[in-house]
């Protein structure tokens, strides 16, 4: 047999072999003894078979709600099930075969890679499978190494994030949204409760409002009654016995009714002022008033202790308002010094810019410090031994202020250091030459 001969038959021989391992290879396809047959990296087939006892288990993944694939050291794919071919969304055949970081987004590719040709991968990571259409679907792969006859190869679980990672979108925007309504209800509460504590003032003030108009309604009844009876009392001792009273007698009784009747005049005078001053409707008559002047007549026509004050004021200091309402701020002031503080009382008056700022300070016991926002309001009077052991309506002070405002000023009050009032008013400066 010659060389050639030889050759040929050897041939034949391979040739039949080939022949019988593909025959079994399609018998044990039909039977269902093998998954798949594959090229290797060396292009040679290669037959991985799943024994007749295995059935059961290899049902079990194909019944897996994750994906699964067994891959070599390069990742590619020996087996898959169907779930992996579904989040993919190609045929299963077209994942056999391939290499499973292709199905990877690119940067991730690497590393990856890397997981895959480590000994002893194991743990899971997030990746990113790109799917046939162009989407994306996130993933939790689960990679670890199984002992084969064939060799070591790398078992993939793979899960879908997908549902998990909406549902968190979903508690994330509900949280959001959630976190969103507290703040909302936050700020409602807290507009609640500064509402609350506006509520909580109003009806304090309400309250002492009611209690000091209740106050002067009976101080006011009280000074009103006290006149009229000092009046109606002595008018008619002289209607019915003019006759048995001697002259100088009858000047006193006169005199009484005359001095009785300017209190009850005051006290109605007060409150049809403070009356107007609340409407907005009180008239004012602003004119050119030498402010010096205006001081000594107020000290003039009091009944007060005229060496016990003090004044210090230019003369040629002027301011512009009405002088009846200047009158009365400035009688109200020094009323207030020797009714509720004591002597010595001083007055002075400088100029502060357009305005001329008047202060009036005694040497008392003060205001208390917790009523000096009330000091100016209407029929507002401190409870102190010393304020309830005098008469008065609460009204002066509001009627100052009232007043100052009218004519362009303002009126105010500060503790005069270190013990005593300072009872201040500010009105607009005068500088129109005297002619």
């Not at 899971?124 to 689960?142: A, F, N």
């Amino acid at each position: 047999m010659t060389g050639g001969e030889a050759s040929r038959d050897q041939e034949l021989v391979d040739l039949a072999n080939r022949l019988a391992v593909a025959e079994e290879s399609l018998r044990a396809v039909q039977a269902g003894e093998v998954d798949v047959i594959v090229m290797g990296t060396q292009g040679q087939q290669q037959i991985y078979t799943l024994e007749t006892a295995d059935l059961p288990y290899r049902h079990l993944v194909e019944r897996m709600s994750e994906g699964a694939a067994l891959a070599d050291a390069d990742g590619l794919i020996l087996y898959a099930n169907q779930r992996l071919a579904t989040l993919l969304g190609v045929p299963l055949e077209r994942l056999l075969g391939r290499s499973f970081p292709d199905w990877l987004d690119e940067v991730e590719r690497p590393g990856f890679i890397q997981r895959l040709g480590t000994a002893d991968p194991g743990g899971s990571g997030e990746q990113t499978l790109r799917r046939s259409d162009g989407g994306s679907v996130p993933v939790l792969v689960g990679l670890s190494v199984t002992q084969e006859p064939e060799g070591l190869l790398r078992c993939l679980i793979v899960t879908d994030l997908g549902p998990q990672k909406a549902q968190q979108e979903e508690l994330d925007r509900l949280n959001a949204e959630l976190t969103g309504r507290v703040a909302q209800l936050g700020e409602v509460n807290n507009e609640l409760e500064a509402e609350r504590a506006r509520v909580e003032l109003a009806n304090a003030e309400l309250k002492a409002a009611n209690e000091a108009i209740q106050g002067f309604m009976a101080v006011a009844a009280h000074d009103l009654r006290s006149p009229l009876v000092s009046i109606a009392g002595f008018s008619d001792l002289l209607t019915k016995s003019w006759e048995t009273f001697s002259e100088p007698d009858r000047r006193k009784f006169a005199a009484s009714i005359d001095r009785q009747a300017r209190i009850m005049s005051l006290l109605i005078d007060d409150l049809l002022t403070s009356s107007s001053i609340e409407a907005g409707g009180l008239n004012t008559s602003p004119e050119r008033v030498v402010l010096r002047t205006a001081i000594d007549r107020c000290l003039d026509l009091g009944d007060r202790d005229r060496p016990s004050v003090s004044v210090s004021c230019p003369s040629d200091l002027s301011v512009r308002v009405d002088p009846q309402h200047l009158g009365r701020i400035l009688d109200n002031y020094v009323q207030n010094a020797f009714k509720y503080g004591q002597p010595p009382v001083r007055i002075q008056a400088t100029r502060q810019g357009a305005l001329v700022e008047v202060r009036v300070l005694d040497q008392g016991p003060g205001v208390p410090s917790e009523f000096e926002p009330r000091l100016f309001g209407r029929f507002a009077r401190a409870d102190t031994p010393g304020t309830r052991a005098k008469k008065g309506t609460g009204l002066g002070l509001s009627i100052v202020r009232g007043l100052a405002e009218a004519n362009g000023g303002q009126a105010s009050y500060e503790p005069n250091t270190p013990h005593g009032s300072c009872f201040v008013v500010q009105l607009p400066a005068d500088d129109t030459p005297v002619t």
